[in-house]
């Protein structure tokens, strides 16, 4: 499970879109367009599904964090 990411036309930084789903669901989405509030610059942003990505730090650290155990 990650989370739907654009990025801040105004800032250049990385803004959640506050949707979570997973990858593969979000790569069967049909094209879509929605707005999202900006954390990084406190406005809104208009935003089609071709400009976002799916953010799945999570995932990643733990699957990293198991590479780290010693046996």
Avoid: N
Avoid at 53 to 60: G, V
């Amino acid at each position: 499970m990650g989370e739907l990411m654009i990025r801040c036309p105004t800032t250049g930084k990385p803004v959640s879109t506050g949707i979570h789903m997973d990858r593969t669901k979000f790569r069967s989405m049909p094209v879509f367009f929605s707005t999202s509030y900006c954390a990084s610059c406190g406005g809104s942003h208009e935003w089609f599904a071709r400009d976002a990505w799916m953010c799945e730090a999570e995932a990643e650290a733990m699957d990293s964090s198991h590479d780290l155990q010693v046996a």
